[in-house]
């Protein structure tokens, strides 16, 4: 079983930014995506960004021009630096990797942006 490593959450104020990480050391399956969501309690997780092996990039619109994702291969670690970060950035952020038969999630860290 795989399991996804995240850090970099915490309380930051409205204008400030922070830098999430996700590694998922022992993998060995190929997979195409990695990515971040983020889900309010009893909402369904919704995408935040994500990266494919290939280096297409895809942002939800409500985060384009503030956040960017970035992936190092050789480590197999996916970042989301955040700036310009507004109240309603405030959630739980979930990491994830996926691909053909495969689909894993890290456990979320919490994201707090205080106004």
């Known amino acids: 079983q795989v399991q996804l490593v995240e850090s970099g959450g915490g309380l930051v104020e409205a204008g400030g930014s922070l830098r999430l990480s996700c590694g998922a050391p022992g993998i060995t399956s190929s997979f195409n995506s990695m990515g971040w969501y983020r889900r309010d309690p009893g909402k369904r997780p919704e995408l935040v960004a994500t990266v494919t092996t290939a280096g297409k990039i895809y942002y939800a619109d409500s985060v384009k021009g503030r956040f960017t994702i970035s992936r190092d291969s050789d480590e197999n670690t996916v970042y989301l630096q955040m700036n310009d970060q507004k109240p309603e950035d405030s959630d739980v952020y979930y990491c994830?990797?996926?691909?053909?038969?495969?689909?894993?999630w890290g456990e979320g860290t919490q994201v707090t942006v205080s106004s």
């Open positions: 994830r990797i996926f691909g053909t038969g495969i689909d894993y």
